[in-house]
Protein backbone atom coordinates (compact mmCIF):
# COMPACT_ATOMS: atom_id res chain seq x y z
CA UNK A 1 0.00 0.00 0.00
CA UNK A 2 1.77 3.42 -0.97
CA UNK A 3 1.35 6.48 1.05
CA UNK A 4 -1.73 9.00 -0.54
CA UNK A 5 -1.09 12.10 -1.82
CA UNK A 6 -1.83 13.88 1.02
CA UNK A 7 0.24 12.01 3.72
CA UNK A 8 2.95 11.81 1.09
CA UNK A 9 2.91 15.30 0.53
CA UNK A 10 3.18 16.08 4.37
CA UNK A 11 5.92 14.30 4.50
CA UNK A 12 7.65 15.59 1.86
CA UNK A 13 6.83 18.95 2.69
CA UNK A 14 8.17 18.16 6.19
CA UNK A 15 11.32 16.37 4.32
CA UNK A 16 12.41 20.03 2.71
CA UNK A 17 13.88 20.65 6.26
CA UNK A 18 14.73 17.07 7.09
CA UNK A 19 18.33 16.52 4.95
CA UNK A 20 21.69 18.12 4.37
CA UNK A 21 24.02 20.41 4.86
CA UNK A 22 27.83 21.33 6.51
CA UNK A 23 28.27 23.20 8.94
CA UNK A 24 28.43 26.90 9.21
CA UNK A 25 27.65 29.92 11.48
CA UNK A 26 26.39 28.59 15.03
CA UNK A 27 25.21 25.55 13.80
CA UNK A 28 26.91 22.65 16.22
CA UNK A 29 26.21 19.04 15.88
CA UNK A 30 23.61 17.92 18.07
CA UNK A 31 24.75 15.78 21.46
CA UNK A 32 23.18 12.91 22.58
CA UNK A 33 19.73 13.65 24.71
CA UNK A 34 20.01 17.12 23.56
CA UNK A 35 16.99 19.15 22.78
CA UNK A 36 16.66 22.94 21.17
CA UNK A 37 15.80 25.53 24.03
CA UNK A 38 12.10 26.55 24.14
CA UNK A 39 12.76 29.68 22.66
CA UNK A 40 15.15 28.93 19.61
CA UNK A 41 13.42 28.63 16.11
CA UNK A 42 14.89 25.08 16.03
CA UNK A 43 12.39 24.51 18.88
CA UNK A 44 9.42 25.62 16.62
CA UNK A 45 10.65 23.22 13.49
CA UNK A 46 10.70 20.45 16.21
CA UNK A 47 7.28 20.93 17.25
CA UNK A 48 6.47 20.89 13.14
CA UNK A 49 8.11 17.93 12.57
CA UNK A 50 6.78 16.46 15.94
CA UNK A 51 3.29 16.80 14.80
CA UNK A 52 4.21 15.24 11.39
CA UNK A 53 5.46 12.49 13.29
CA UNK A 54 2.46 11.40 15.07
CA UNK A 55 0.18 12.04 12.12
CA UNK A 56 2.62 9.17 10.58
CA UNK A 57 1.81 7.14 13.33
CA UNK A 58 -1.30 7.20 12.89
CA UNK A 59 -1.65 7.22 9.48
CA UNK A 60 -2.24 3.24 9.01
CA UNK A 61 1.38 3.44 6.71
CA UNK A 62 3.61 2.68 9.34
CA UNK A 63 5.01 -1.48 9.53
CA UNK A 64 3.65 -2.47 12.83
CA UNK A 65 6.34 -5.59 12.61
CA UNK A 66 8.22 -6.34 16.35
CA UNK A 67 11.06 -8.04 14.43
CA UNK A 68 11.68 -5.91 11.31
CA UNK A 69 11.74 -2.66 12.92
CA UNK A 70 13.87 -4.02 16.38
CA UNK A 71 16.35 -5.38 13.23
CA UNK A 72 16.49 -2.04 11.36
CA UNK A 73 16.36 0.03 14.92
CA UNK A 74 19.98 -2.35 15.64
CA UNK A 75 21.71 -0.99 12.81
CA UNK A 76 20.83 2.24 13.99
CA UNK A 77 22.12 1.69 17.23
CA UNK A 78 25.15 -0.57 15.57
CA UNK A 79 26.27 2.64 13.77
CA UNK A 80 25.58 5.12 16.24
CA UNK A 81 25.18 3.81 19.82
CA UNK A 82 25.69 7.10 21.59
CA UNK A 83 22.73 8.94 19.83
CA UNK A 84 20.53 5.46 19.64
CA UNK A 85 18.31 6.49 22.67
CA UNK A 86 17.65 9.25 20.68
CA UNK A 87 16.45 7.71 17.50
CA UNK A 88 12.97 6.26 16.57
CA UNK A 89 12.39 4.18 13.53
CA UNK A 90 9.44 4.19 11.26
CA UNK A 91 9.42 1.57 8.37
CA UNK A 92 6.83 2.86 6.06
CA UNK A 93 4.80 1.16 3.55
CA UNK A 94 5.64 2.96 0.20
CA UNK A 95 6.95 1.94 -2.91
CA UNK A 96 10.50 3.54 -4.29
CA UNK A 97 13.87 4.01 -2.37
CA UNK A 98 14.23 6.45 -0.15
CA UNK A 99 15.05 6.72 3.49
CA UNK A 100 15.05 10.59 5.34
CA UNK A 101 15.73 11.66 8.81
CA UNK A 102 14.20 14.00 10.73
CA UNK A 103 15.50 16.76 13.01
CA UNK A 104 13.84 15.58 16.13
CA UNK A 105 15.59 11.81 15.44
CA UNK A 106 12.51 10.85 13.52
CA UNK A 107 13.50 8.25 10.81
CA UNK A 108 11.67 7.03 7.50
CA UNK A 109 12.69 3.91 5.79
CA UNK A 110 10.56 2.84 3.07
CA UNK A 111 9.91 -0.55 1.89
CA UNK A 112 10.86 0.09 -1.33
CA UNK A 113 14.08 0.72 -0.27
CA UNK A 114 14.20 -2.94 2.06
CA UNK A 115 13.09 -4.26 -1.01
CA UNK A 116 16.48 -3.29 -3.36
CA UNK A 117 19.26 -3.58 -0.61
CA UNK A 118 20.54 -7.07 -0.90
CA UNK A 119 21.91 -7.19 2.99
CA UNK A 120 22.55 -5.75 5.98
CA UNK A 121 25.70 -3.64 4.65
CA UNK A 122 23.94 -1.81 1.96
CA UNK A 123 20.82 -1.07 4.30
CA UNK A 124 23.50 0.31 6.68
CA UNK A 125 25.17 2.41 4.03
CA UNK A 126 21.99 4.28 3.25
CA UNK A 127 20.84 4.70 7.17
CA UNK A 128 24.47 5.93 8.16
CA UNK A 129 24.00 8.69 5.50
CA UNK A 130 20.91 9.86 7.29
CA UNK A 131 22.10 9.55 10.50
CA UNK A 132 25.03 12.20 9.46
CA UNK A 133 22.30 14.97 8.33
CA UNK A 134 20.84 14.23 11.84
CA UNK A 135 23.90 14.15 13.41
CA UNK A 136 25.51 17.16 11.83
CA UNK A 137 22.12 19.07 12.18
CA UNK A 138 21.81 19.85 8.69
CA UNK A 139 17.97 20.55 8.90
CA UNK A 140 18.31 23.37 10.87
CA UNK A 141 20.96 24.79 8.94
CA UNK A 142 18.54 24.32 5.72
CA UNK A 143 15.65 25.77 7.68
CA UNK A 144 17.99 29.49 8.18
CA UNK A 145 19.17 29.23 4.53
CA UNK A 146 15.61 28.66 3.23
CA UNK A 147 14.07 31.67 5.47
CA UNK A 148 16.90 34.18 4.61
CA UNK A 149 16.16 33.35 0.90
CA UNK A 150 12.26 33.89 0.75
CA UNK A 151 9.44 35.71 2.04
CA UNK A 152 6.61 33.98 3.16
CA UNK A 153 4.20 33.65 0.79
CA UNK A 154 7.50 32.64 -1.82
CA UNK A 155 8.71 29.87 0.86
CA UNK A 156 5.33 28.50 0.98
CA UNK A 157 5.29 28.16 -2.96
CA UNK A 158 8.29 26.87 -2.61
CA UNK A 159 7.52 23.62 0.13
CA UNK A 160 4.43 23.25 -1.97
CA UNK A 161 6.35 23.16 -5.68
CA UNK A 162 8.66 20.51 -4.45
CA UNK A 163 6.16 18.45 -3.68
CA UNK A 164 3.85 19.02 -6.83
CA UNK A 165 0.99 20.20 -4.98
CA UNK A 166 1.12 24.09 -6.14
CA UNK A 167 3.20 25.52 -9.02
CA UNK A 168 6.47 28.02 -8.45
CA UNK A 169 4.83 30.96 -8.40
CA UNK A 170 7.41 33.95 -9.30
CA UNK A 171 11.10 34.21 -11.41
CA UNK A 172 12.22 34.83 -7.39
CA UNK A 173 11.27 31.85 -5.86
CA UNK A 174 12.65 29.70 -9.26
CA UNK A 175 15.96 31.50 -8.61
CA UNK A 176 15.73 30.44 -5.07
CA UNK A 177 15.06 27.02 -5.66
CA UNK A 178 18.01 26.82 -8.02
CA UNK A 179 20.20 27.87 -5.06
CA UNK A 180 18.81 25.87 -2.83
CA UNK A 181 19.04 22.97 -5.16
CA UNK A 182 23.15 23.53 -5.52
CA UNK A 183 23.17 23.89 -1.63
CA UNK A 184 21.80 20.54 -0.76
CA UNK A 185 24.09 18.65 -3.37
CA UNK A 186 27.02 19.78 -1.14
CA UNK A 187 25.18 18.69 1.50
CA UNK A 188 24.31 15.22 0.51
CA UNK A 189 27.91 14.93 -0.18
CA UNK A 190 29.01 15.69 3.17
CA UNK A 191 26.82 13.02 4.32
CA UNK A 192 27.92 10.22 2.39
CA UNK A 193 31.70 11.28 3.43
CA UNK A 194 30.24 10.99 7.19
CA UNK A 195 28.09 8.11 6.39
CA UNK A 196 30.68 6.08 5.18
CA UNK A 197 33.63 6.72 7.60
CA UNK A 198 30.28 5.49 10.29
CA UNK A 199 30.14 2.39 8.51
CA UNK A 200 33.86 1.59 8.14
CA UNK A 201 33.48 1.53 11.89
CA UNK A 202 31.01 -0.38 12.53
CA UNK A 203 32.85 -3.25 10.88
CA UNK A 204 30.50 -3.69 7.41
CA UNK A 205 31.97 -4.09 4.02
CA UNK A 206 32.78 -0.35 2.45
CA UNK A 207 32.71 -2.56 -0.84
CA UNK A 208 28.58 -2.71 -0.66
CA UNK A 209 28.33 1.08 -0.88
CA UNK A 210 28.42 1.74 -4.38
CA UNK A 211 26.79 -0.92 -5.24
CA UNK A 212 23.44 0.53 -4.26
CA UNK A 213 23.74 3.49 -6.40
CA UNK A 214 24.57 1.00 -9.07
CA UNK A 215 21.56 -0.92 -9.09
CA UNK A 216 19.27 2.60 -8.74
CA UNK A 217 21.38 3.77 -12.50
CA UNK A 218 20.26 0.61 -14.02
CA UNK A 219 16.49 0.91 -13.11
CA UNK A 220 16.99 4.68 -13.93
CA UNK A 221 17.87 4.40 -17.65
CA UNK A 222 14.92 1.57 -18.08
CA UNK A 223 12.38 3.82 -16.08
CA UNK A 224 9.52 4.39 -18.12
CA UNK A 225 8.92 7.65 -16.51
CA UNK A 226 10.97 10.73 -16.11
CA UNK A 227 14.83 10.43 -15.92
CA UNK A 228 15.14 12.90 -13.63
CA UNK A 229 12.90 13.71 -10.56
CA UNK A 230 12.27 15.88 -8.05
CA UNK A 231 14.66 13.55 -5.82
CA UNK A 232 17.53 14.02 -8.07
CA UNK A 233 17.18 17.65 -8.27
CA UNK A 234 18.12 17.65 -4.94
CA UNK A 235 20.73 15.01 -4.33
CA UNK A 236 23.66 13.93 -6.66
CA UNK A 237 23.41 11.77 -8.95
CA UNK A 238 23.31 8.42 -8.36
CA UNK A 239 26.52 8.08 -10.73
CA UNK A 240 28.12 10.86 -9.19
CA UNK A 241 27.69 9.36 -6.11
CA UNK A 242 28.85 5.62 -7.14
CA UNK A 243 31.96 7.14 -8.61
CA UNK A 244 32.40 9.04 -4.78
CA UNK A 245 32.10 6.20 -3.28
CA UNK A 246 34.34 3.65 -5.31
CA UNK A 247 36.64 6.31 -4.98
CA UNK A 248 36.82 6.11 -1.21
CA UNK A 249 36.79 2.02 -1.10
CA UNK A 250 40.36 2.51 -3.78
CA UNK A 251 41.34 4.81 -0.05
CA UNK A 252 41.20 2.23 2.01
CA UNK A 253 43.69 -0.04 0.23
CA UNK A 254 43.57 -3.73 0.75
CA UNK A 255 40.34 -4.92 3.18
CA UNK A 256 40.09 -7.41 5.36
CA UNK A 257 38.44 -10.73 5.19
CA UNK A 258 35.46 -11.38 7.21
CA UNK A 259 33.97 -7.44 7.20
CA UNK A 260 30.50 -7.63 7.57
CA UNK A 261 27.25 -8.32 4.71
CA UNK A 262 24.46 -9.66 6.87
CA UNK A 263 23.23 -11.12 3.81
CA UNK A 264 21.71 -14.28 5.67
CA UNK A 265 20.55 -11.94 8.71
CA UNK A 266 18.46 -9.67 6.40
CA UNK A 267 16.88 -12.03 4.35
CA UNK A 268 15.66 -13.99 7.49
CA UNK A 269 13.96 -10.76 8.67
CA UNK A 270 12.47 -9.03 5.59
CA UNK A 271 12.21 -11.94 2.79
CA UNK A 272 8.42 -12.97 3.99
CA UNK A 273 7.76 -8.99 3.39
CA UNK A 274 8.74 -9.80 -0.44
CA UNK A 275 5.95 -10.12 -1.89
CA UNK A 276 3.40 -7.72 -0.57
CA UNK A 277 6.65 -4.91 -1.17
CA UNK A 278 6.89 -6.42 -4.89
CA UNK A 279 3.11 -6.20 -5.42
CA UNK A 280 3.77 -2.05 -4.40
CA UNK A 281 6.67 -1.65 -6.98
CA UNK A 282 4.10 -3.42 -9.41
CA UNK A 283 1.51 -0.75 -9.04
CA UNK A 284 3.70 1.95 -9.64
CA UNK A 285 3.33 0.32 -13.32
CA UNK A 286 6.69 2.13 -13.97
CA UNK A 287 7.51 -1.65 -15.82
CA UNK A 288 10.63 -0.83 -17.31
CA UNK A 289 11.88 0.32 -13.83
CA UNK A 290 9.67 -2.85 -12.48
CA UNK A 291 11.49 -5.79 -14.55
CA UNK A 292 15.02 -4.43 -14.10
CA UNK A 293 14.36 -4.47 -10.23
CA UNK A 294 13.02 -8.42 -10.44
CA UNK A 295 15.21 -9.64 -12.44
CA UNK A 296 18.56 -8.21 -10.16
CA UNK A 297 16.31 -10.27 -7.54
CA UNK A 298 16.06 -13.03 -9.61
CA UNK A 299 19.74 -13.48 -10.17
CA UNK A 300 20.23 -14.36 -6.41
CA UNK A 301 17.02 -16.51 -6.30
CA UNK A 302 16.03 -17.70 -9.50
CA UNK A 303 13.31 -19.75 -8.72
CA UNK A 304 11.34 -17.84 -6.05
CA UNK A 305 8.03 -18.12 -6.68
CA UNK A 306 6.90 -14.40 -5.66
CA UNK A 307 9.67 -13.17 -8.04
CA UNK A 308 8.56 -15.07 -11.15
CA UNK A 309 5.09 -14.28 -10.53
CA UNK A 310 5.88 -10.42 -10.01
CA UNK A 311 8.15 -10.13 -13.28
CA UNK A 312 4.75 -12.19 -14.85
CA UNK A 313 2.36 -9.64 -13.17
CA UNK A 314 4.98 -6.47 -15.00
CA UNK A 315 4.71 -8.33 -18.55
CA UNK A 316 1.34 -9.10 -18.30
CA UNK A 317 0.04 -5.28 -17.12
CA UNK A 318 2.70 -4.00 -19.97
CA UNK A 319 0.77 -6.16 -22.98
CA UNK A 320 3.58 -4.95 -25.41
CA UNK A 321 4.23 -7.38 -27.95
CA UNK A 322 5.25 -10.95 -26.77
CA UNK A 323 4.65 -9.96 -23.10
CA UNK A 324 1.51 -11.79 -22.21
CA UNK A 325 3.45 -15.08 -23.78
CA UNK A 326 6.30 -14.30 -21.98
CA UNK A 327 3.92 -13.82 -18.71
CA UNK A 328 2.39 -17.34 -19.05
CA UNK A 329 5.86 -18.71 -19.57
CA UNK A 330 7.08 -16.74 -16.86
CA UNK A 331 3.49 -18.04 -14.46
CA UNK A 332 4.29 -21.96 -15.22
CA UNK A 333 8.13 -21.33 -14.05
CA UNK A 334 6.51 -20.12 -11.03
CA UNK A 335 4.01 -22.72 -9.94
CA UNK A 336 6.58 -25.43 -10.31
CA UNK A 337 7.75 -23.51 -6.68
CA UNK A 338 5.91 -23.92 -3.20
CA UNK A 339 5.97 -20.14 -2.56
CA UNK A 340 4.30 -18.23 -5.51
CA UNK A 341 1.04 -16.41 -4.24
CA UNK A 342 -2.65 -17.79 -5.22
CA UNK A 343 -2.95 -14.71 -7.21
CA UNK A 344 -1.17 -16.17 -10.08
CA UNK A 345 -3.79 -18.56 -11.10
CA UNK A 346 -6.13 -15.65 -11.62
CA UNK A 347 -3.66 -13.39 -13.73
CA UNK A 348 -2.76 -17.02 -15.19
CA UNK A 349 -6.73 -16.98 -16.33
CA UNK A 350 -7.21 -13.61 -17.20
CA UNK A 351 -4.22 -13.99 -19.75
CA UNK A 352 -5.82 -17.06 -21.20
CA UNK A 353 -9.35 -16.02 -21.50
CA UNK A 354 -7.86 -12.44 -23.40
CA UNK A 355 -6.18 -15.13 -25.68
CA UNK A 356 -9.73 -17.31 -26.30
CA UNK A 357 -8.45 -20.53 -24.33
CA UNK A 358 -12.14 -20.03 -22.45
CA UNK A 359 -11.64 -23.91 -21.09
CA UNK A 360 -7.68 -22.97 -19.54
CA UNK A 361 -9.04 -19.72 -18.32
CA UNK A 362 -11.89 -21.33 -16.10
CA UNK A 363 -9.45 -23.71 -14.58
CA UNK A 364 -6.96 -21.06 -13.46
CA UNK A 365 -9.75 -19.32 -12.09
CA UNK A 366 -11.10 -22.81 -10.32
CA UNK A 367 -7.72 -22.88 -9.06
CA UNK A 368 -7.39 -19.23 -7.72
CA UNK A 369 -10.43 -19.71 -5.49
CA UNK A 370 -9.21 -23.18 -4.18
CA UNK A 371 -6.11 -21.93 -2.88
CA UNK A 372 -7.71 -18.63 -1.97
CA UNK A 373 -11.14 -19.73 -0.94
CA UNK A 374 -12.06 -16.13 0.94
CA UNK A 375 -10.48 -13.80 -1.89
CA UNK A 376 -12.27 -10.60 -1.63
CA UNK A 377 -13.23 -11.01 -5.17
CA UNK A 378 -14.58 -14.72 -5.19
CA UNK A 379 -17.95 -13.75 -6.54
CA UNK A 380 -16.55 -12.02 -9.12
CA UNK A 381 -14.11 -14.79 -10.31
CA UNK A 382 -17.47 -17.04 -9.76
CA UNK A 383 -19.43 -14.98 -12.27
CA UNK A 384 -16.13 -15.41 -14.62
CA UNK A 385 -16.59 -18.97 -14.37
CA UNK A 386 -19.56 -19.07 -15.80
CA UNK A 387 -19.04 -16.95 -18.35
CA UNK A 388 -16.55 -19.27 -19.17
CA UNK A 389 -18.33 -22.53 -19.23
Not at 229 to 258: C, I, M, W, Y
Request: net charge negative; glycine share 6%.
Amino acid sequence: MMLDVKALSSLLIVGLVLSACANHGDVKPIEPGERPAIDTDEAGLWMQVERAEQKLRTSGKVVIDPELNAYVTGIVCKLEPEYCPDIRVYVVNAAGFNASMSPNGAMHVWTGLLLRVENEAQLANVLSHELAHYRQRHSVQRWRDLREKTDGLVFFQLATAMVGVAPLGSLAALATLDSIYGFSRDQEREADDLGFDRLTAAGYDPREAPRIWEFLIAEKEASDGPKRSFFTSTHPQSEDRQEVLEKKVAELGELSEGLELGEERFLNVTKRFRPEWLAQEIKVADFGRGLVLVERLLKRDPTAGDLLFAKGELLRRRSAEGDLENAIEVYNRAVENDNYPPELHRSFALVKWSQGSNSEAASAFEQYLLMKPDADDQLIIRDYISQLK
